[in-house]
C-alpha cells in the first residue's frame, strides 16, 4: 500500500515521544530529589536483572547531540516528560534551579531547531518525597500536582504551548498501586481505588490550572487503550470483555467526559464512592483540547471466575499462536483503527491525536547497521490503520512515534528495545534504524504531487523503495 504523509493533510502533527525517566539518566546530578523509580529499582528483583534507570540515555547530558540527531530525522515535534523531582526535589516547596536551566535547554534547542515541545507534566515519576507522604493514594497529591503544574507553566509557558497531563493513568494506578509490578510497588484494591480518584481529579485539575494561566494553550491528557474482544462468542466471554473494557479504556475517560466512573459495566468500581467529595463529580469534566491515544495491541479476553472481582482474563498472545513483538504483545495494527473509531463515537470527544505507537523487537547490530524491517512494518501498517479511521471521518490530527531511542523499559529493563535509534547502553552510541531513516524519508515529503515516485526512490537510504 502506497504510505504518504499528505494524505493525512498539512497540519497533522508527526514526532517521536519520550520520557523522562526512561531516558535521562542523571538521577542524582545536580540536585535532583529521588523519583518513586528511583526507589523501586533499588529493591531486590523488581526489575529484569535489576536493572534502573540511573544512567538510562544520558540524555540529560547528552540532549544536545540527540536533539540534533532528531532535527536530522526530519522530525517537527517531541514529546517528552518533565521529572517532577528534578525541579521540585521535594514534590513542593523548594525549587531546584538547576532542574529548571535544563528543560530550558531543552526547550530553547528544540525550537531553535525547528522542533515544537510537547510537554507531559506527569510520566510516572512522582517524588519519592511525596509517597513518603501517601502518594497517589492521599488526595492531597492533587494540590501538590496543582502547584507542580503551576510552575512549569509559569516557567516553561512562554515557549511551551502544548500540554500533556498524565500519561496513562490507569496503567500508573494498576501496576504501581494495585499489581506493584511498577513504582511504587503497592497493591490492592484500596490503594488502587483510591489512587485512580485523584489521579483523575488531577488530569482535570492540572488542565484547569494550565488554561487558567496561559488560555491560548493546547491542553490534552493521555490513555493507554487497546482494542478489546471475547475469546469466544459466547456470553460469559462477552460479558468478560465488557468488564475488562471498562477498566483498561473508560475509566479515566468517562469521567473527564462528564460520564462519571464506568460503574454499570463493572461494580466493583461503585466502591470509589467512598473517595469522593461534594463537587469531585463537577470537578472531574474538563474539556480537553485533544485527547491522546496510545496504542500498542489487543487484548483478547476470557471469562475467568476466580479472578477476583473482574471474573475475566488476558487470553495471551502466545496461547493464541499469533505473532508478537519483543513484550509479548499481539502484532495487531488494526487495534490502533478500533479504538480510534470507539473514542471518537462519545458524545463531545475533543480530537485525537496518537501520543504513543510502537513495538519492541530484536534488534542486531550488524556492520554499524540495525535493519529493523519487523518495526518498519508495523509502523506503515499501523500509520495506514490512523489513516483509515481519518479517511472515515475520525478526527484524529497527529502521530507520535514511541519511541526515539531504545530505553528503560519500567519493570522490563533494557532488553526490550522500542526505539527509531538503536542506543549501545555499555558506550552510549546510537545508530539510527533502517525504520528511524524510514519515518525520516515519510516526513521527509513535503507534496507527492510535485515529486515524481522515480525520483523519490532514488533519494531514499539504504535503497529502501521509497514510500511504499
Ligand atoms: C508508556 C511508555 C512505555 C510504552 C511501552 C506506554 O505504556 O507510556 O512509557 O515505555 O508504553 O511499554
Redesign the pocket.
Known amino acids: 500500500m502506497l504510505l504518504n504523509k499528505d494524505a493525512f493533510g498539512e497540519d497533522f502533527i508527526w514526532g517521536v515521544?519520550t520520557?523522562a525517566y526512561?531516558i535521562e539518566g542523571a538521577h542524582n546530578h545536580d540536585s535532583k530529589g529521588l523519583s518513586i523509580w528511583d526507589v523501586f529499582v533499588k529493591r531486590k528483583n523488581k526489575i529484569f536483572q535489576n536493572q534502573h534507570g540511573d544512567i538510562a540515555c544520558d540524555f540529560y547530558n547528552r540532549y544536545v547531540d540527540d536533539l540534533y540527531l532528531m532535527h536530522s530525522l526530519n522530525i517537527p515535534n517531541y514529546r517528552f516528560s518533565i521529572s517532577w523531582s528534578r525541579i521540585l526535589p521535594n514534590g513542593t516547596g523548594e525549587i531546584n534551579q538547576k532542574g529548571i536551566d535544563f528543560y530550558n535547554r531543552l526547550i530553547d534547542l528544540s525550537l531553535e531547531l525547528g522542533i515544537t515541545p510537547w510537554v507531559t507534566l506527569y510520566?510516572?515519576d512522582l517524588p519519592h518525597a511525596l509517597e513518603s507522604k501517601g502518594g497517589w493514594v492521599n488526595r492531597d497529591v492533587k494540590e501538590w500536582f496543582g502547584n507542580y503544574v503551576s510552575m512549569c507553566v509559569q516557567h516553561f509557558g512562554d515557549r511551551v504551548k502544548n500540554w500533556m497531563v498524565l500519561?496513562?493513568p490507569v496503567?500508573f494506578t494498576g501496576a504501581g498501586y494495585f499489581f506493584g509490578v511498577h513504582a511504587p510497588g503497592r497493591k490492592g484494591l484500596g490503594n488502587f481505588l483510591a489512587a485512580t480518584h485523584h489521579a483523575a481529579l488531577s488530569q482535570a485539575y492540572g488542565a484547569r490550572i494550565i488554561k487558567s494561566i496561559q488560555s491560548d494553550s493546547c491542553v490534552g491528557t493521555?490513555f493507554?487503550c487497546s482494542h478489546v474482544e471475547p475469546f469466544r462468542a459466547i456470553e460469559k466471554d462477552m460479558l468478560a470483555a465488557r468488564k475488562a473494557d471498562a477498566l483498561l479504556n473508560r475509566l479515566f475517560i468517562e469521567p473527564l467526559l462528564g460520564m462519571g466512573y464506568p460503574t454499570q459495566d463493572l461494580k466493583i468500581l461503585n466502591r470509589i464512592e467512598k473517595y469522593i467529595q461534594q463537587d469531585d463529580e463537577r470537578d472531574l469534566k474538563f474539556d480537553m483540547d485533544f485527547i491522546g491515544i496510545?496504542n500498542?495491541t489487543r487484548e483478547v479476553i476470557r471469562y475467568a471466575p476466580f479472578v477476583p472481582w473482574l471474573q475475566a482474563k488476558i487470553v495471551s498472545a502466545k496461547k493464541r499462536k499469533v505473532e508478537v513483538t519483543a513484550?509479548n504483545w499481539e502484532v495487531y495494527p488494526a487495534s490502533i483503527y478500533h479504538v480510534l473509531k470507539k473514542f471518537s463515537a462519545y458524545e463531545n470527544m475533543p480530537p485525537l491525536m496518537i501520543t504513543?505507537n510502537?513495538a519492541?523487537f530484536q534488534d542486531e547490530v550488524r556492520d554499524q547497521q540495525v535493519n529493523d524491517s519487523k518495526r518498519k512494518t508495523y509502523l506503515k501498517d499501523t500509520i495506514a490503520q490512523v489513516l483509515r479511521a481519518k479517511q472515515e471521518g475520525v478526527k484524529v490530527n497527529g502521530y507520535f512515534v514511541?519511541?526515539f531511542l531504545d530505553?528503560f523499559?519500567?519493570a522490563?529493563g533494557y532488553h526490550?528495545r522500542?526505539g527509531l535509534v538503536y542506543v549501545d547502553f555499555t558506550t552510549q552510541k546510537r545508530i539510527v534504524k533502517s525504520s528511524g531513516y524510514w519515518y525520516a524519508d515519510f516526513l521527509s515529503v513535503r507534496s507527492s504531487k510535485h515529486i515524481p515516485r522515480h525520483l523519490v526512490e532514488q533519494i531514499s537510504p539504504n535503497g529502501e523503495e521509497g514510500l511504499s
Open positions: 515521544s520520557a526512561q510520566h510516572w500519561n496513562e496503567v493521555t493507554s496510545q500498542y513484550m504513543e510502537g519492541a514511541w519511541t530505553n523499559e519500567w522490563e526490550p522500542f
